[in-house]
């Protein structure tokens, strides 16, 4: 059964601590997503990789937050430096690049971020 | 910009009750929609797609149906049950490609 991972899964960290947040996507998928969900803002995409090529990353605060993808199988998430605003939960979803029309996106459980 | 309206008050229904919920967009003309389910402490998990051009589609007990007019998509869980209780999210295509944006969800409580 194929999952996408996420580490870690809770982070308490210090306001202006570098946080990194990894995920593996599903094994085969070409598409990785970075969203952040909040009470307030809900689900909100930061970053969208195809092919492991940043496509968009409108959503994301430029100058604290970056995200890349090594290889195929490690997308990373970092926040630098990480501020009490930062608090929430980290999505990563990957999905299989077959069609626009049938693209479905599979999500790992989440990193609990707090800033203190 | 996209704006996506899901009723972000609790639905309450009684077991055995058909489960309706909605989903209101504006700005926009999306190619697809899409249903996630997710439960406190998950990541969301996908439950069906609509094209534009489908009226209808359905999955054992979920029905989705898409009014490209009125810009809306109602989700309906027919014989609800407990297990159903969780935060419903719709999702919208965007910009043609393969980005979603999600609208802020509804809980469903389904008493038995």
């Known amino acids: 059964d194929a999952r996408v991972t996420q580490t870690p899964r809770h982070k308490v960290t210090e306001m202006g601590q570098e946080v990194t947040m990894r995920c593996q996507p599903i094994?085969?998928?070409?598409?990785v997503f970075w969203y952040r969900q909040t009470m307030m803002q809900g689900l909100e995409l930061l970053a969208y990789?195809?092919?492991?090529?940043?496509?968009?990353d409108s959503g994301m605060p430029k100058d604290r937050f970056s995200a890349e993808m090594p290889d195929a199988t490690l997308a990373t998430l970092k926040i630098q430096p990480s501020e009490p605003r930062d608090s929430a939960v980290y999505f990563c979803?990957?999905?299989?690049?077959?069609?626009?029309?049938?693209?479905?996106?599979?999500f790992g459980p989440g990193t609990r971020l707090t800033v203190l | 910009s996209q704006k996506i309206e899901q009723n972000s008050e609790a639905l309450n229904i009684q077991e055995g009750k058909t489960a309706t919920l909605t989903c209101n967009y504006t700005?926009?003309?999306?190619?697809?929609l899409q249903w996630y389910r997710q439960d406190p402490g998950r990541g969301p998990v996908f439950l069906l797609l609509?094209?534009?051009?489908?009226k209808e589609k359905r999955k054992e007990r979920l029905k989705v149906t898409f009014d490209t007019t009125l810009k809306q998509s109602l989700f309906h869980i027919t014989a609800s049950q407990p297990a159903d209780s969780a935060t419903y999210l719709c999702?919208?295509?965007?910009?043609?490609?393969?980005?979603?944006?999600f609208g802020g969800g509804t809980r469903l409580m389904v008493k038995p």
């Open positions: 609509i094209r534009e051009n489908e």
């Open positions: 999702a919208l295509e965007r910009n043609a490609g393969n980005m979603l944006t």
């Open positions: 094994l085969g998928h070409n598409t």
């Open positions: 990789f195809r092919n492991r090529a940043p496509l968009d």
């Open positions: 700005n926009y003309s999306p190619a697809y």
């Open positions: 979803a990957s999905g299989p690049l077959e069609s626009v029309y049938t693209d479905t996106q599979y």
